[in-house]
């Protein structure tokens, strides 16, 4: 009779079924049993390896959890749903469930994420390519299906996280295309026509992002000291259902068949017809009687340093005035209509601009000020770093005017002109180059013609001569 094993020693033996098992005990389960893992083999040797990488994996912390693991779909919902939630700003989870539900799903969703390989990624990302998606966009997913996993990697759920182990398509950084001054001038003359005027003078002329410029409140600003203080940002922010069950809710707007070729109902959609509904479909909260969180609402800008008060330009200081007071024209013009949101740039009703149509009066103007079409970060933030640098302002303070926390990113919202570089090799060229008269003397008006010169290094000797004095030292 075999001597009994101690308690947590792993045991191998031969079974009736012609296999060779293994049982290594790695802890406890959250009810407090034993976690004993099994694995088998045809031969002794290959178990014996196999129970000899569970215990390394159990000695080294590396042993995933007991139970099974879940799909990538399951571990996406958990993760967005209560883990990514409680630290990204809203519309940045917003995008994170977007490119889950529309991307990251309908590609690995149903793999295990103990056993996704670098391959299904690859694959992915290959077939977002050839769908026509950006290569800036299948990175974006990369990172956040990265960042999924090495969560569910720090948690042991998984023995490494394979997204670490997949190259993502390079992509090349926009180039900034902002306004020249005279661009600049021309633009502005052009939103002189609209009562949007100074929205516009904040916009190219301070370098405030979109949501800082509508969301801009009069507490917030300061006409005395003459400084601006963008605490806050206007933003659309995705409705969610307020209802105990979203699927039912939205039952009226599901649609489960795409629309026919000659779609006629979405004809007006930019983006195109929109996907078929999933079978479990969650959307459609904006129809629901209880949604919350959504629509145009005021949220903090993303970082700390993006909340620092900003010098306004004492030039811009009597317009401002004049537009508070048409703003009080429009107040008692509108009565009892009137919404109250203390916004520096309302609607005739007293509601904040909407982003949408703030973007597409930003294209009307460039087509009325006779300007290519460009990107509304560059008419803006790109256009007031440009002109900054232009007028000898040091890097330190533009980052400090626009607010970056480093200054490798401003250094990036400022491009070169061609102009200022002719300009500054000009100036080299004087600083080094010594003067014409120096260098070709005129007699005449001509320049002299120098004829061959003879070099006094080379030795008058024969090549025997050479050899001899050499046989002679010899």
């Known amino acids: 009779m075999s001597p009994r094993k101690p308690n947590n020693e792993s045991s191998i033996y031969f079974g009736a079924d012609g296999w060779w098992h293994g049982r290594v005990t790695m802890g406890v389960k959250n009810d407090g049993s034993p976690d004993r893992r099994h694995r088998r083999a045809k031969t002794e040797p290959e178990i014996k390896r196999k129970v000899k990488e ?3 994996q159990r000695d080294q912390g590396r042993a995933t959890k007991a139970g099974r693991a879940p799909t990538v779909a399951t571990w996406m919902e958990t993760y967005l ?7 990204l700003k809203p519309r940045s989870l917003d995008d994170y469930w977007s490119k889950t539900r529309n991307d990251i799903i309908p590609g690995v969703g149903q793999h295990r994420i103990d056993k996704l390989q670098p391959e299904h990624l690859e694959r992915m990302y290959r077939a977002m390519l050839d769908a026509g998606h950006a290569p800036s966009h299948v990175l974006k997913v990369h990172r956040i299906l990265s960042r999924a996993l090495k969560i569910a990697h720090r948690r042991r759920m998984i023995s490494e996280n394979v997204a670490t182990l997949v190259d993502p398509p390079t992509v090349d950084e926009t180039e900034a295309n902002p306004f020249t001054q005279e661009e600049c001038k021309a633009f502005l003359e052009a939103a002189a026509k609209r009562p949007t005027f100074m929205r516009w003078i904040v916009g190219v002329g301070m370098g405030f992002r979109q949501g800082e410029t509508l969301g801009l409140r009069w507490p917030y600003v300061d006409l005395a000291v003459e400084l601006f203080h963008p605490k806050w940002q206007l933003q659309r922010l995705t409705w969610r259902h307020g209802c105990d069950n979203p699927h039912i809710c939205g039952a009226r707007l599901h649609r489960f068949t795409a629309c026919p070729p000659n779609c006629t109902t979405h004809k007006g959609y930019k983006r195109g017809c929109p996907k078929p509904c999933t079978k479990t479909c969650t959307k459609h909260a ?27 330009p004492p030039a811009f200081i009597p317009y401002l005035h004049d537009h508070k007071a048409r703003q009080e024209e429009m107040r008692a013009a509108a009565a009892e209509l009137w919404e109250e949101h203390k916004v520096v740039f309302a609607r005739p009703d007293g509601r904040p601009l909407d982003p949408r149509q703030d973007y597409e009066e930003f294209k009307e103007l460039l087509a009325e000020a006779g300007i290519d079409d460009r990107r509304l970060y560059d008419g803006s933030r790109h256009t007031a770093g440009t002109i ?5 302002v040091d890097m330190p303070t533009i980052m400090e005017i626009l607010r970056h926390t480093q200054i490798s990113q401003t250094r990036r919202y400022v491009k070169g002109r061609s102009h200022l570089s002719k300009d500054a090799m000009r100036r080299m060229g004087e600083t080094f180059m010594p003067p014409m008269s120096v260098i070709l003397p005129r007699m005449g008006g001509n320049p002299v013609e120098s004829g061959p010169t003879e070099t006094r290094t080379e030795t008058p000797d024969t090549r025997a001569a050479r050899s001899r004095r050499r046989r002679r030292i010899r």
């Open 388 to 392: 900054l640098n232009e007028l000898g």
């Open 54 to 56: 569970l215990e390394q």
């Open 286 to 312: 904006s129809a629901c009687p209880q949604r919350k969180e959504g629509g145009l609402v005021f949220t903090r800008p993303k970082t700390k340093k993006s909340q620092n008060p900003v010098p306004i």
């Open 81 to 87: 749903t209560d883990i990514a939630s409680l630290k």
